[in-house]
């Protein structure tokens, strides 16, 4: 008695017996193999051998997608929108940071710039009055002291004077005296 488990037998058109020997030789099986994993698949699957536009893996399909587009859509109206209308708040925020800061702390730079600027020339206008000032108080001394010495001179020499001293030499005095105030 022999042990063989293929006791049935199908019979089938030749057309059908080409085609399942094609099958079988593109994927490398043998008839009898190519048929067994056959029928696992259809088993396996619950797919209607007759559905030709497999229905039911369209129907899959299409339930596996309206699921993920719903996930996306609860993803997009709990997560990606208000994060996007946060994001927008926050630019807004920082684009009013940015305007403050342009219209007013720059503005107050320049402005103190400016006073700066006047504060600084109105140093240097000081500084040089002051220059001045020194020079004509040095001027002032000077012309003092030559002054001083011219009335010395004249103070002296009036004194060596006589009442025997000749006039001219009392106008000579009196016009070397005059010459020198002109120089002072």
Do not use: C
């Not at 536009?53 to 309206?66: G, Q, R, S, V």
């Amino acid at each position: 008695m022999s042990n063989d488990v293929n006791v049935k037998t199908i019979r089938f058109p030749v057309k059908t017996d080409e085609k399942l020997q094609s099958l079988a030789n593109k994927s490398g099986l043998t008839k009898l193999d190519f048929f067994v994993h056959m029928v696992d698949y259809f088993y396996k699957s619950k797919k209607d051998p007759r559905d030709l536009n497999d229905e039911l893996l369209k129907n899959a399909i299409n339930k596996k997608t309206d699921n993920i587009i719903a996930f996306i859509r609860t993803q997009e109206g709990e997560l990606l929108i208000p994060l996007k209308k946060e994001s927008e708040r926050m630019i807004g925020a920082q684009e009013n940071i940015i305007n403050f800061f342009n219209n007013h702390v720059i503005g107050f730079n320049e402005d103190q710039r400016k006073v700066t600027q006047l504060q600084s020339n109105n140093i240097n206008k000081i500084l040089e009055l002051l220059k001045k000032q020194e020079e004509f108080q040095n001027d002032k001394k000077l012309l003092k002291n030559r002054f001083s010495e011219l009335l010395e001179y004249y103070i002296k020499n009036r004194e060596q004077m006589t009442m025997l001293t000749k006039q001219q030499e009392k106008d000579e005095l009196n016009k070397h005296v005059r010459e020198q105030l002109k120089y002072l």
